[in-house]
């Protein structure tokens, strides 16, 4: 267990304490409202959760959120589902993402760097920003888009995709998006549930060198979404608006100051969407207010973001991550847009992308670290990356030695924040905190405002034991629906069943005595072994170490007579065999490292691990084919990196059976 690892791997010095928003945020919060003035970070967050109302007027009144309307209290009701935050309040999210803007010594200073794969930084400036949402939101209101209209974008990371999601939410509409990456069918299945009025998209992207030409799909999904109004194209290849679509620059060319709907604090402002692996994608419906308040609380208080950072995380309009770093302007940070493959035209090419936009957190997955890792990249001895003051990493928990490496091969003070989260929430669970020491295989604390709980079958609390990741307060940017549900059955189904009226997320995790968090892997795809529970993360971890591992996949298969069966499947290096030596290595590391009862029944040579379209494993699709479910019931095709990959698992069940 990591609460054996009682030398932290950094900690923050006296001066960065000091400095850091949340110490300075306690100290106010102390004289204004209340919290605690001593007792640091987790006298802070005991407050934070013990006197909910309290807190988040407390985040509001810091932030200087403008309410055009004042709310009658925080909490109209506390339910879980149905928490009803800030009745009566109105505002506008797109307004606050744009007030440095307004601040003259700010104005002409980058908003956002966009980086593609040349690598050469393109600024545009607050006040470009602001003018270009400005003739947008004018331009979508003259084709008639209303308040809680539907506008989506198929759209790389791009500074477009960012200045079309603002002028929706500033007119009041609702944004959604996808990556070019997916196709026609995947974008159908989440962009059909909605009903989009607009259509931004791209002609095609560029991605490991290549151009991808996408303009059959863009019209593939303007055949197949019929209550779209108008499409808008994006020439990122240079082509021509193909007949009846509009021109991007035809619609941001005015010089007009946005107007800034008023919508209720929980007006919806995007849909965001799961990765629908064994079904349609879930609609995940989050509100303007709702968003706003989590992610200045997040990326204020929690990444210790301001005027002077420069934001870049690796990613794409189809994750969460992308909203989440747009976000990033409500700080009145600079973000860095990257539309580029994250290894091109080197694994390391992430870091030289931090040193040329001169990030102060550089924000990446776990896989990419280690990736980095397994390929020798020594980021610090070829780049000057002495801004960066904070790595942060999601998407799975990140491996002990991936914080190893970071610490040797970055930097020794460096600030190492594993987060993690969900799109359910668009933000995290638990993660960063800047006064806070880390701990290797570690998430520093959980979020302020977040009850955060690991509990038992029954319900019951642990501390420095495994159990279901559970958050037993509402959240403000927890779903206030999902789309077509009228009843709200399936988002009942989807967090509240199995504990009545607490969040149950569907992880493993840890709270450790001294208040930091271990994440184990997904719940639903736990190994368990005559009663031994463990996370597929924690397999992962110490089989991928081997050189000759690329990646692996284990599943935990019940089977009918009531035995159990555990194979571990092998993605393995170029040049690397699978022979009875390598079998016993990885035996003997998992017997050795972790437990006994987990040293798998059968290690297979696999051609790959099939991913969902976000990067994410899957292991409950694999586990239902080699339950012998038939692929096109245990899979949504459209979801999948590689569907072919998958044909390889229904093979190995046909074969058992």
Same mark, same amino acid.
């Given at each position: 267990m990591s609460?054996a690892?009682p030398?932290?791997?950094w900690?923050?010095d006296r001066?960065?304490i ?7 945020f306690?100290?106010?919060a102390?004289?204004h409202h209340?919290?605690p003035a001593?007792g640091g ?23 200087d ?9 925080v909490?109209?009701?506390r339910?879980?589902?149905?928490a009803e935050w800030f009745?009566?309040?109105?505002l506008?999210?797109t307004e ?10 700010r104005a002409d200073?980058p908003?956002?760097l966009h ?6 930084p393109?600024?545009v400036?607050?006040a470009e ?7 947008l939101?004018?331009e979508l209101r003259?084709?008639?888009v209303?308040?809680?209209d539907?506008?989506s974008?198929y759209?790389p990371n791009i500074?477009e ?5 603002l002028a929706?939410?500033?007119v ?9 990456d ?5 974008v159908l299945?989440r962009?059909q ?5 607009v ?5 095609g992207?560029r991605?490991?060198g ?5 303009r059959?799909?863009?019209?593939e999904?303007?055949?197949e ?6 499409v808008?194209?994006i ?11 509009l021109e991007w620059s035809a619609l941001?060319?005015? $010089?007009?100051?946005p107007v800034y709907?008023?919508v209720?604090f ?7 969407y799961? %990765?629908?692996?064994?079904?349609l994608?879930?609609a995940?419906?989050?509100s *303007?207010g709702g ?5 200045l609380?997040?990326?204020?208080l929690?990444?210790?973001?301001g ?8 990613t794409s ?6 909203n989440?770093?747009? %976000?990033?302007?409500l700080?009145g940070?600079t973000i ?5 493959s ?6 390391g ?5 931090a040193e040329?936009?001169g990030a ?5 997955s776990?896989?990419?670290v280690?990736?980095c ?10 780049h000057d990356? %002495?801004r ?8 799975s ?6 914080f190893?490496?970071l610490?040797d091969e970055?930097r $020794?003070d460096?600030?190492?924040a594993?987060?993690?989260g969900?799109t359910?929430? !668009?933000? !995290?669970f638990?993660?960063?905190?800047a006064?806070l020491?880390?701990?290797i ?5 959980p979020g302020?405002?977040? $009850?955060? *709980?690991?509990?038992?079958p029954d ?13 037993t307060?509402p959240?403000?940017?927890m779903?206030?629906?999902?789309w077509?549900d009228?009843?709200g ?14 969040w149950?997320?569907g ?5 450790t005595s001294r208040?930091?968090?271990?994440i184990h892997?997904r719940s639903d795809?736990t190994l ?5 529970r463990?996370? %597929?993360?924690?397999?992962y971890?110490?089989v991928?170490?081997?050189p000759?591992?690329?990646e692996s996949?284990?599943?935990g298969?019940?089977l009918p007579?009531?035995g159990?069966?555990?194979p ?6 170029p040049?690397?065999a699978?022979d009875d ?7 003997r590391a998992?017997?050795e490292q972790?437990s006994p009862r987990h040293?798998p029944d059968?290690?297979?040579e696999a051609?790959?691990v099939?991913h969902?379209l976000?990067g ?8 239902r084919?080699l339950?012998?479910?038939?692929l ?6 459209g ?5 072919e990959?998958l044909?390889?698992?229904e093979d190995?069940?046909r074969k058992?059976?």
């Open positions: 609460t690892n030398t932290p791997l900690q923050p001066q960065q000091a400095d850091a928003q949340v110490t300075r306690q100290t106010w102390a004289e209340g919290a001593e970070y987790a006298a802070l967050h005991r407050w934070s959760v013990a006197e909910l109302e309290t807190f988040w007027k407390a985040v509001t009144e810091w932030f959120v403008r309410f055009t309307h004042p709310y009658a209290r909490l109209g009701s339910a879980m589902p149905g009745p009566e309040a109105t506008n999210y606050h993402a744009l007030r440095t803007a307004d601040d003259p010594a200073t908003a956002i980086v593609d794969e040349t690598h050469e393109r600024p400036t607050w920003l602001r003018r270009q949402v400005g003739s939101a004018a003259a084709l008639g209303r308040p809680g539907r506008v974008g759209l500074p995709a960012v200045v079309a999601l929706t939410a500033a009041g509409a609702v944004w959604t998006s996808c990556a070019p997916f196709g026609a069918r995947s299945d962009f549930q909605v009903e989009p009025v259509l931004f998209t791209v002609d992207y991605y490991g290549k151009e991808h030409d996408r059959d799909t863009v019209a999904l303007r055949a979404l019929p209550t779209l109004r108008a808008v194209h020439p990122l290849l240079g082509t021509d608006a193909p007949e009846g679509a941001t060319s005015e $010089d007009v100051a709907e008023e209720p929980d007006h919806p402002l995007w849909v965001l799961s %990765s629908g692996t064994t079904g994608p879930k995940i419906v989050q *303007q968003i706003l308040v989590e992610h609380k997040q990326l204020g929690h990444c210790d973001l005027p002077g950072d420069r934001f870049f995380w690796y309009t189809g994750w969460m991550m992308w989440f770093l747009v %976000s990033g302007l700080t940070t860095v847009t990257y539309d580029g994250p290894g091109y035209p080197e694994t090419a992430q870091w030289a992308i040329r936009t102060t957190l550089f924000g990446t776990a896989a990419y280690m990736a890792r397994k390929a020798g990249v020594h980021p610090s001895r070829d990356l %002495s960066v003051k904070c790595v942060a990493t999601t998407g928990p990140l491996p002990p030695d991936g190893r490496w610490h970055v $020794d460096l600030w190492i594993s987060v993690s969900g359910d929430v !668009c933000s !995290c638990a993660g960063a905190v006064t020491p880390v701990h295989g570690e998430l520093q604390a302020l405002g977040t $009850d955060l *709980q690991a509990w038992d319900g019951n609390p642990l501390i420095d034991e495994v159990g279901e990741l559970v958050v307060n959240m403000p940017s779903p206030i629906r999902f077509n009228p009843d059955s399936r988002y009942h189904d989807s967090y509240f069943d199995t504990y009545p009226g607490v149950r997320h992880d493993w995790i840890t709270l208040g930091s968090v271990v892997g795809s368990n072994r005559q009663g031994v463990m996370g %597929s993360a924690d397999i971890e110490v991928e170490r081997l000759e591992i690329r996949l284990v599943i298969l019940e007579d009531g159990y069966w555990m571990l499947f092998v993605h393995l290096a040049g690397a699978l030596d390598l079998r016993d290595r990885i035996k998992i017997r972790l040293v059968e290690i297979i051609p790959g099939p969902t976000t994410k494993r899957i292991e409950v699709p694999v586990k084919l339950q012998g479910t038939p096109e019931k245990a899979v949504n095709p979801s999948i990196d590689n569907l990959l044909k390889f698992y190995i069940a058992r059976a």
